[in-house]
């Protein structure tokens, strides 16, 4: 039996959360982190269509790339 706190650690052990972009918002987020994984899935962004097929699924933990919501964010290269 994998917890989802277990599939986070393996994650964050290939991955370290301070390895990650100052700002965004990483590691385990949402959820509890105590649930026995019946399924994962690994999805780009939070959109309607993946989150619809990984309840059809029945996968009870994602791991997401892109945020939720997404803040304004300004480059200076950019205008």
Avoid: C, Y
Avoid at 62 to 79: D, K, S, Y
């Amino acid at each position: 039996m994998m917890r989802a706190k277990d599939v986070s650690s393996s994650i964050e052990a290939i991955a370290p959360l301070e390895s990650g972009i100052h700002g965004d918002e990483n590691g385990f987020l949402f959820g509890n982190s105590d649930i026995e994984v019946s399924g994962v899935g690994v999805i780009w962004m939070p959109t309607a269509p993946p989150l619809s097929k990984a309840a059809d699924e029945r996968l009870n933990m994602l791991v997401v790339h892109e945020a939720l919501f997404f803040v304004e964010q300004r480059f200076p290269l950019v205008q």
